[in-house]
């Protein structure tokens, strides 16, 4: 599919809303879609975006673009603060996409763009700014914002794709095993911190497919199962070791949900964490 252009010629679409939106567990909203496209830049916080039916691990620094048509739904952990700046755009026309799209159907929706989080911040920082003073032409400056914005998310979208396909074509048989040490290494050092192959693919700017291709080949898992097996080896470590409460061993290994740890850790070992806990116990005793 040819590249979407952007250009001053054929680029301006009617900026519908642009602000900065604070929302925890109690701010939920069920799934649902617009006839417009809407972009969100995460500033603080992390939780889980149902997007076109496929979940996505979001977190500060992520930016997610939802076209028009594409079911959506949040889902922030309890207790979790999200801050997030959302703008929305209508009358979008790029070449070889529907209407209103700003990015391909078949794109990722979740991404990261670390080189320029410095001007996407001073760009946010900007439209703010000119709501609070509310001066003169102050929708001109804000529209401005948003567009240099958007073009700049284009921008980054556009260098990494091109940077992907570069690596695909470059990467040599040797190089696989240098791109697993170095996830291996990723995986043991934050497998505390919310890990999702889509996190780790776009910091590497590989594809989430590759990625689990050639880690299985040298590991004989997917990263995702490596990743479980280091937080409950870790967890078991934790209950052998002292009197830890089973919901603060779930989220010092990465599981927010005790629960859905405990669940984990049966399948896994056999037996419940508690006991674990119990049977530990009893041989000190």
């Known amino acids: 599919m040819c590249k979407p252009e952007i250009c001053a010629e054929n680029f301006n679409p009617t900026l519908l809303y642009a602000y900065i939106n604070m929302v925890n567990s109690e701010s939920h909203v069920t799934l649902h879609t617009h006839d417009y496209t809407e972009v969100k830049i995460v500033l603080s916080g992390y939780f889980k975006y149902i997007i076109d039916d496929k979940l996505y691990e979001v977190a500060k620094g992520n930016i997610i673009i939802i076209n028009p048509g594409v079911q959506h739904e949040k889902i922030i952990p309890s207790g979790v603060k999200v801050e997030e700046f959302n703008y929305g755009l209508t009358n979008i026309h790029f070449k070889e996409l529907p209407e209103n799209f700003l990015i391909e159907p078949s794109s990722l929706p979740v991404f990261t ?4 989080q410095p001007e996407i911040i001073k760009c946010i920082n900007e439209t703010i700014n000119e709501q609070e003073k509310n001066e003169p032409y102050c929708d001109l400056f804000i529209k401005s914002s948003i567009m240099k914005l ?8 556009t260098a990494n794709k091109e940077r992907t396909e570069k690596t695909r074509l470059d990467i040599q048989t040797s190089e ?4 697993v040490n170095d996830i291996l290494e990723y995986l043991s050092t934050n497998y505390m911190e ?7 693919a776009h910091n590497m700017y ?8 050639i880690f299985k080949e040298e590991t004989g898992e997917s990263p995702i199962n490596h990743l479980i097996r280091i937080r409950l080896t870790k967890a078991r470590e934790l ?7 089973i919901k ?5 290994v990465g599981y927010e949900d005790a629960f859905y740890f405990s669940k984990l850790y049966k399948k896994y070992y056999g037996i419940p964490p508690s006991m674990e806990k119990r049977s530990n116990a009893a041989d000190i005793i």
């Open 113 to 116: 763009l670390p080189l320029y």
């Open 150 to 157: 958007t073009a700049l998310l284009h921008r980054g979208m």
């Open 176 to 179: 696989k095993t240098n791109i």
């Open 194 to 200: 919310q890990i999702s192959l889509y996190r780790i």
């Open 206 to 213: 590989l594809s989430p497919v590759y990625i689990s291709k």
């Open 239 to 245: 209950l052998m070791s002292g009197n830890m409460p």
């Open 248 to 252: 603060t061993v779930a989220r010092s």
